[in-house]
Nanobody, 121 residues
């Protein structure tokens, strides 16, 4: 089994910063791209940022210049540094990835349970 666990969410004021972490664990052979998604009530889940296994990144237009995604392959961990936070960033943030398991060598899609980020004005 493989799981990812997010941490680092919380309450922050407008203009503040938070750093989210997501650690993958279990029967992992390799981890492909790692993503951060977010979702608010009544809206579809949207991808905020992606980082490939080689470190290539891309971002949603709404967070470009404010969020930075990074990863530590040795720790199977992805981070999301969020600066200049706005009320519109309030959401549940989910970690997502595809993993090749070390037991079956099959590709497994994995979602975390999410961490709540609230930006207050």
């Amino acid at each position: 089994q493989v799981q990812v666990v997010e941490s680092g969410g919380g309450l922050v004021q407008v203009g503040g910063s938070l750093r989210l972490s997501c650690a993958a664990s279990g029967s992992i052979f390799t981890i492909n791209a790692m993503d951060w998604y977010r979702q608010t009530p009544g809206k579809e889940r949207e991808r905020v940022a992606r980082i490939t296994s080689s470190g290539k990144t891309n971002y949603a237009d709404s967070v470009k210049g404010r969020f930075i995604i990074s990863r530590d392959n040795a720790k199977n961990t992805v981070y999301l540094q969020m600066d200049s936070l706005e009320p519109e960033d309030t959401a549940i943030y989910y970690c997502h990835t595809f993993v090749v398991t070390s037991t079956t060598y099959m590709l497994l899609e994995v979602w975390g349970q999410g961490t709540l980020v609230t930006v207050s004005s």
